[in-house]
């Protein structure tokens, strides 16, 4: 079972549906005020979390279809818990994503 989730990006697809569905509803069902439901911890935690999943995919060396993975959850999450004029961080996250995993540098390959 270990090794089927980690062929498959186990990990990736955990950290997106617990950061993209988990978090919002957890925050809607603690009744955290909707200020600070978008502001700090959807803002803050949830673009730190996107830049440290594309920074991490890149340096170990997976493929770059796992950057799309965390954004789709977090839209999906975003439209089930919030109103629509957050859908945007779904496409924040994609770009912070995308720029971490841009920016890193590929995991050095062993050579013979």
């Known amino acids: 079972m270990t090794e089927k989730f980690r062929k498959f990006s186990g990990q990736y697809w955990l950290v997106a549906i617990v950061v993209g569905v988990g978090l919002p509803w957890l925050l809607k069902l603690l009744s955290v005020s909707r200020f600070h439901q978008i502001v700090w911890l959807l803002f803050c935690f949830d673009f730190i979390i996107s830049m440290i999943v594309g920074w991490q995919i890149r340096r170990t060396a997976r493929t770059g279809w ?27 996250d994609l770009g912070l994503s995308y720029l971490a995993y841009g920016m890193a540098a590929p995991r050095e390959t062993e050579r013979d």
Not at 69 to 84: A, D, M, R, S, T
Request: charged share 5%; aromatic share 30%; hydrophobic share 65%.
């Open 66 to 92: 796992l950057i799309w993975l965390l954004p789709i959850f977090c839209l999906l999450g975003l439209y089930l818990f919030f109103p629509e004029y957050v859908y945007y961080l779904a496409i924040v």
